[in-house]
């Protein structure tokens, strides 16, 4: 929200300076986005006048005029707006100066042979308006030489944040507000007097929606004259961002911006019969002020009469019966609508204004009165007119909302000691209502404005906001004797580790975000389970969760290539959200790994470069389950990836048949085409929360380590398989032949040629045997060897001569 500081003095008398204002929004946590002072372009710019205007003698649209600047020593200047001449006061820009509309700098340059030491500008050009048809004019007694800047003065522009809880400072005044109550300035009363109506309201007002619509106020003003703002109320305008359209539109955004309290005017013209708020109709639609049709829904409710739809209420008003420079009557609406109602009214058209961002929020129900009375008097001032009475259809939701208060807390859950007065002060300088007790809870009285009101935690934040936050002193929390106990969860540690490992593996660590398009979503969803797609996303290519973090991963990886990152490796550690068949939420822990580009660059020692394998993504996928407490040795290497890998060069690792750890391989290329990718793509999907919790742990403390006393034996075993075994089924069926003894086991040769049969290949593991209680004789390792050459025989496999 953008408001200038002279509107807000309007509220506030003060003294504070721009900066010091600017620091206690701040404090207040009305945050400060930007403080933007126009006139600070301007300090090149001079009041001149123009001694003599002769015709140019190369050009018929241009004269050469000679500008006094005060000093006695007149410059030339060549100018082309028609209404230059000689007697004229004006603005020019001397050489050296930044024309604020354009960004060009100024200098000494000839114009069709003519030498030109500057420019006389006009409103347009100094960013103080669209006016262009000739250069400005300023009064006559303006002071010749004087900086522009100077002469118009200053009048800093506020850019701050309202957070959504903060109806009451949607409007100028409510920050005003709190200035005030914070030391900054003492508050006006709002200024407003109450206009009788001289006739009968000639048209029915009524609300047959009160839920919807509780309180609709109305009143006719006949004898309009519309055109232009006075200029007072046009600049107020430009400084919160908004564009002048005319007197009457004009007025209603004035008393929007500055009281928070929208309104609407109809050209009475346009309308036909009663005025009606109610539940739109099946079918219904409406051309709204912004030019587009929009279809209505029967929950949503309108403005209307015996003719159809003029209004989305209290979002934005229909084309067919805005004001226009004709209009000459119009009905003044001001309307209390439900915030909810507008808030899913405004979410299913996807249309946002600034009456949607205040009703929405909760606009103070008690203000309509007020807020009709002031609109009333800025129409018949600025447009003229007579007023008829006021038509009250409805009761807006005044009751009072009153707490139970002790001051203590503000020590209990704030941390700071604030004397009584001063929350006292504190408190009523806001607008609540309080009446203080000795030695009992005090009774607040919330105002209408302040609906984010709702219990006594509330008036605490209140306080000691306006107190300072600064005040708040930086307290240790108490720490217990001895060692510290961790305080991460399990699931908390499991994520710090992986992600540890990760980077020391030379992954770079990615946040991408939870939603992804449709498309992506639905296309990385496993089985039955179906993405999550939200009602009301922030875009719609941000529309449903993630099932998975590859995605995001593959996105971020195009970019990196895109950029001319000749090799990407990126991690990320994150959730994935998906939705099983009984329709229950739920989000699971997961690791996404991504390799694209070359994984060793070209070079004399390697020659061409090497991109990465579906056996790089089995590397780093072993190597973070291991890092994450996976059973890696027990660990079955099976197929069934999922459509989005290459099916010939992927797989998964599963303990048992079912429990499924992660999924590895290369990218499909249909998947790849997908996400605009060129070249292999191998990638790892690790599910963190299938991890089974290791047995006969207790405490945070490691189980000590004892080596073996005695020394570890090796034996080596060749056998002859079908070359369609897998070497990890040989060796799950070697580990197990004799647990207590055999340790370890390892492929280190995978031979295929001569002496050995078609169809056959030969498979070397090293068996590692560990005695506990006494050396090996060779009756124990013959005993042993056999118990390997029978488990390997049930694979298929025959020991080698």
């Known amino acids: 929200m953008k408001f200038a500081l002279s509107w807000l003095k309007q509220y506030l008398d003060t003294q504070a300076a721009t900066d010091e204002i600017a620091r206690k929004l701040t404090a207040l946590g009305l945050e400060i986005e930007g403080v933007e002072d126009t006139s600070a372009a301007l300090t090149k710019f001079r009041v001149a006048r123009v001694l003599t205007a002769d015709k140019h003698p190369q050009a018929d649209k241009l004269q050469v005029l000679s500008v006094d600047l005060g000093d006695g020593a007149p410059l030339q200047v060549v100018c082309g707006a028609p209404n230059a001449r000689a007697g004229l006061v004006g603005v020019l820009g001397v050489p050296g100066a930044v024309v604020p509309a354009n960004g060009m700098t100024l200098k000494v340059a000839a114009v069709r042979g003519v030498e030109s030491n500057g420019m006389m500008c006009s409103t347009r050009e100094l960013g103080l308006g669209e006016e262009h048809d000739g250069i400005i004019e300023l009064p006559a007694d303006a002071p010749i030489g004087a900086s522009f800047a100077d002469y118009l003065g200053s009048d800093p522009v506020f850019d701050v944040s309202i957070t959504p809880n903060r109806p009451d400072c949607m409007g100028v005044y409510g920050i005003a507000r709190d200035l005030a109550a914070a030391g900054l300035g003492v508050l006006k009363p709002v200024a407003v007097e109450h206009v009788p109506g001289s006739f009968a309201c000639p048209v029915e007002i009524r609300t047959d929606d009160p839920a919807g619509c509780p309180a609709f106020y109305g009143r006719v003003i006949r004898g309009v004259t519309n055109g232009a703002s006075p200029q007072w109320l046009q600049d107020a305008l430009k400084s919160a961002g908004q564009r002048p359209i005319s007197a009457l539109v004009d007025i209603t955004n004035y008393v929007m911006l500055g009281y928070g309290r929208p309104a609407h005017a109809y050209d009475l013209a346009t309308l036909n019969g009663a005025v009606v708020a109610r539940k739109a109709a099946e079918g219904e639609s409406v051309v709204a002020l912004n030019g587009r049709d929009y279809a209505l829904q029967p929950f949503m409710t309108v403005i209307a009469d015996d003719s159809g739809v003029h209004d989305i209420a209290g979002i ?42 205040r009703f929405e929020r909760g606009v103070d129900p008690a203000f309509l009165d007020t807020g009709l009375d002031l609109l009333t008097a800025l129409i018949l001032q600025i447009c003229g007119g007579e007023a008829s009475e006021v038509v009250r259809a409805g009761q807006p939701p005044v009751a009072a909302k009153v707490l139970s208060y002790e001051p203590s807390l503000t020590s209990r859950l704030g941390g700071v000691d604030v004397a009584d007065s001063e929350q006292r002060r504190i408190l009523r300088a806001l607008g609540f ?65 992986v992600r540890r490992s990760a980077a020391a593996r030379g992954l770079h660590e990615a946040i991408t975000w939870s939603f992804l398009p449709k498309a992506e979503a639905a296309a990385f969803a496993d089985g039955s389970e179906t993405p999550w797609v939200l009602a009301n996303p922030i875009s ?262």
């Open 316 to 357: 934005m008003g229909g084309e067919h019966s805005g004001c226009s420079d004709t209009t000459t009557d119009v009905l003044l609406e001001v309307a209390y609508f439900d915030p909810a109602t507008i808030a899913r009214t405004g979410q299913a058209l996807s249309l946002t204004s600034d009456a949607r961002g």
């Open 433 to 497: 209502g309080v009446e203080a007790a000795v030695h009992a809870p005090w009774t607040v009285t919330i105002p209408g404005w302040r609906p984010d009101i709702d219990g006594a935690p509330d008036l605490v934040e209140e306080v000691i906001r306006v107190y300072g936050l600064d005040a708040v002193p930086s307290t240790p929390l108490p720490r217990a004797d001895g060692v510290a106990r961790p305080t991460a969860t399990p699931v908390q540690t499991l994520e710090r580790r």
């Open 540 to 801: 719609e290519d941000l529309k449903a969760m993630r099932p998975s973090l590859l995605p995001g991963l593959l996105s971020a990886t195009r970019r990196n290539l895109d950029r001319g990152a000749s090799s990407v490796r990126l991690f990320e550690v994150g959730r994935r959200y998906l939705r099983g068949e009984a329709g229950a939420s739920d989000e699971r822990l997961s690791l996404g790994v991504v390799l694209a580009g070359d994984k060793i660059a070209r070079g004399w020692k390697s020659g061409k470069a090497v991109t990465f394998d579906a056996f790089d993504a089995k590397a780093e996928a072993l190597a973070l389950l291991a890092e994450a407490g996976a059973p890696v040795e027990n660990l079955q290497v099976m197929g069934e990836a999922g459509a989005q890998f290459h099916p010939g060069q992927s797989a998964t690792l599963r303990l048992g048949p079912k429990t499924v750890l992660a999924r590895f391989g290369m990218l499909h290329p249909a998947t790849a085409r997908a996400f605009d990718l060129d070249g292999p793509v191998a990638a790892v999907e690790l599910f963190l929360d299938r991890i089974p919790a290791k047995k006969g742990q207790s405490g945070f403390a490691r189980p000590h380590f004892a080596p073996p006393a005695l020394q570890a034996v090796t034996r080596d075993f060749a056998f002859l398989v079908p070359i369609t075994l897998a070497a990890g089924d040989l060796l799950r069926s070697v580990k197990g032949a004799d647990k207590a003894n055999i340790v370890a086991a390892r492929v280190f040769d995978d031979f295929r040629g001569a002496g050995v049969p078609e169809g056959h290949k030969s498979l070397a593991i090293e068996v590692t045997l560990q005695p506990v209680d006494k050396s090996y004789d060779d009756a124990a390792l013959k005993a042993i060897g056999d118990k390997v050459v029978a488990a390997a025989a049930k694979q298929g496999a025959t020991l080698r001569g």
